[in-house]
Structure formats: C-alpha cells, structure tokens
C-alpha cells in the first residue's frame, strides 16, 4: 500500500468531516486537520474537488489567503 496524508475537512455546509488524502515521499501516514497542515502537503492537494458525502456538495481545496492569522517562526541571523 502507498504511504499517503489524510487531511481533514469540515464540510461548511453541514459540518460533517471528509477526508482527502495526498501522497507521502517520506514513507509515513500521518494526519493532519485543514488548520495544521504543513506547506509541502497543502501543496499537493490545492485546486483538488472535495465531495461531502453527507450533503453532497463539492468543494476546492483553497489557501485561505483571508486569514486573521498566519503562522511565524523566529530564524537565525
């Protein structure tokens, strides 16, 4: 079997939580939820249609380029 990410979603129309996976180059399965996934897998998967099983709406997976808040590191020198 293929290593790959789960990555979690809220369906914004009913709330229910569908998954989208994407494959891993590191040999892991990890998961993650759409607030914490890191810039290497987030990339492989924006511009992907996400379908609720539930409502049965479909979706683009997007950058929320909106945010209130973006994630900051200190760097050396």
């Known amino acids: 079997m293929e290593p790959f990410y789960s990555i979690f979603f809220k369906c914004p129309e009913c709330y229910h939580q569908v998954e989208q996976h994407a494959k891993a180059d590191d040999n892991s399965f990890e998961a993650y939820y759409e607030e914490n996934v890191p810039r290497l897998v987030a990339n492989t998967i924006i511009g992907n249609t996400i379908y609720c099983p539930n409502c049965g709406d ?6 929320d ?6 994630p900051l590191y200190l760097r050396r020198g």
């Open 58 to 63: 479909r979706f683009t997976i997007a950058i």
């Open 65 to 70: 380029t909106n945010a209130t808040t973006v």
